[in-house]
């Protein structure tokens, strides 16, 4: 398999966070604000984006995996789930990717049982021709084409989760 060269750069990425991130901080001024991330996939979106949001807040972690390598199965498993109390906060789900958008509509209808006083959901990419289940995303970084990407907290078979840019991944036999 090739890695081949950045599809999105670190440039890129980063001045796309302190968007999203000063988006973030107006939008939840004064409130009471639980910032999710959605593991493994979003965990260097997740621990840079937070760094950039300037109002206070809290944070938990979902660790959720779906089976098969790259594609979704369907099936979703939790293997860890948010600690923190749900009820009084503005809930944030951070993710890596979006893509038929049942991992995320599976997470969110959970946390919606547990009567957060608001939820929103903010995704690093969406690969918006993909979906198959309507998610509303209230924060996007990039909308991607239909290619299957690495880097950046995303990986193939748990791999290339370090590479510091997102890569369009090629596999050769
Ligand atoms: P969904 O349930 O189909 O929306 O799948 C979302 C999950 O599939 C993401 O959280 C990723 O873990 C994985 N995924 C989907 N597309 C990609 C990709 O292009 N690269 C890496 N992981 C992906
Ligand atoms: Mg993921």
């Known amino acids: 398999m090739v890695v081949g060269k ?15 991130a ?4 107006a939008d939840y001024r004064g409130t009471n604000l639980l910032a999710v991330g ?13 760094r950039l ?8 972690f979902i660790v959720a995996s779906s089976y098969l390598k790259s594609e979704t199965s369907g099936e979703i498993k939790l293997h860890y789930d948010i600690r923190e109390e749900v009820a009084d906060k503005d809930v944030l789900l ?12 599976y997470i969110r209808e959970r946390i919606l049982n547990r009567e957060p006083r608001s939820l929103k ?9 993909r979906r198959e289940v309507d998610v509303p995303l209230d924060y ?26 997102v890569s369009i991944f090629k596999k050769t036999t």
């Open 6 to 20: 950045p599809f999105l750069t670190v440039e890129q990425i980063q001045s796309k966070n302190r968007e999203l």
């Open 53 to 60: 949001i300037q109002i206070p807040l809290t944070i938990d």
């Open 121 to 129: 959901i903010c995704t690093f990419l969406d690969k918006k021709e």
């Open 94 to 105: 951070i993710e890596d990717i979006i893509d038929t958008g049942i991992s995320m509509n």
């Open 140 to 165: 996007v970084g990039f909308e991607i084409p239909n290619e299957f990407v690495v880097g950046y907290g995303l990986d193939y078979d748990n791999q290339y989760r370090n590479l510091p840019y």
């Open 38 to 50: 959605i593991l493994k996939g979003a965990f260097i979106f997740f621990s840079d984006l937070v």
């Open 22 to 25: 000063a988006r973030i901080s």
